[in-house]
């Protein structure tokens, strides 16, 4: 079994920062891309910014020079920066990771629980 737990998150003044971590653990063979997603009220989830195994990063456009996302292979860990944030930033961020486990013999998708990102004017 696979598990992704984040952490981080909370609420910030419009122009602050805010760093979010989320950790994969289970029967874990190996993760291919990482990425945050994002969900605000009454719109789709969309991706904010992915990373590939080799550290190839992807951004929406709306978070480009704002955000960074990182990650730690050894701890199987990504990260996801938020600098000059905006009210519009605010949503439930989900943590995805496309994962082969040892159970599973190909590739499959995974989420964490989501975690608010409240950004006040």
């Known amino acids: 079994q696979v598990q992704l737990v984040e952490s981080g998150g909370g609420l910030v003044q419009a122009g602050g920062s805010l760093g979010l971590s989320c950790a994969a653990s289970?029967?874990?063979?190996?993760?291919?891309?990482m990425g945050w997603y994002r969900q605000a009220p009454g719109k789709q989830r969309e991706l904010v910014a992915a990373?590939?195994?080799?550290?190839?990063?992807n951004y929406a456009d709306s978070v480009k020079g704002r955000f960074t996302i990182s990650r730690d292979n050894a701890k199987n860990t990504v990260y996801l920066q938020m600098n000059s944030l905006k009210p519009e930033d605010t949503a439930v961020y989900y943590c995805?990771?496309?994962?082969?486990?040892?159970?599973?013999?190909?590739?499959?998708?995974?989420w964490g629980q989501g975690t608010q990102v409240t950004v006040s004017s």
């Open positions: 289970g029967t874990i063979f190996r993760i291919n891309a």
């Open positions: 995805n990771a496309r994962i082969v486990s040892y159970v599973l013999p190909r590739e499959y998708d995974y």
């Open positions: 990373i590939s195994s080799a550290g190839t990063t």
